[in-house]
């Protein structure tokens, strides 16, 4: 069993900044690449940020330069960290992993529960 719990979603002003972390926990052998989505009301889940085993990030072309993802391996956690918040990044935020469990495959996607972040202008 694998959870992924979310925390550091509220409501901000348009400009601000918030910083979500999602830690991986339960039966967890290998953990490979981390991530954020996210889903506005009406609209399809989208990437946000990734991040690699060995460090590489990949960011949606609307949050470079503005948001940070990274990952503390010896926790089992994924951050991203946003800066000068936009109202359109108003939306619920899923973090997901790739991971072995069992150190025997498969490697397993697992999502978080989402946490929700508002931006107010």
């Known amino acids: 069993q694998v959870q992924l719990v979310e925390s550091g979603g509220g409501l901000v002003q348009a400009g601000g900044s918030l910083r979500l972390s999602c830690a991986a926990s339960?039966?967890?052998?290998?953990?490979?690449?981390m991530g954020w989505y996210r889903q506005a009301p009406g609209k399809q889940r989208e990437l946000v940020a990734a991040i690699s085993s060995s460090g590489a990030t990949n960011y949606a072309d609307s949050v470079k330069g503005r948001f940070t993802i990274s990952r503390d391996n010896a926790k089992s956690t994924v951050y991203l960290q946003m800066n000068s918040l936009k109202p359109e990044d108003t939306a619920v935020y899923y973090c997901?992993?790739?991971?072995?469990?069992?150190?025997?495959?498969?490697?397993?996607?697992?999502w978080g529960q989402g946490t929700q972040v508002t931006v107010s202008s």
């Open positions: 997901n992993t790739d991971l072995d469990s069992t150190g025997w495959g498969p490697n397993l996607r697992y």
């Open positions: 339960g039966s967890i052998f290998s953990i490979y690449a």
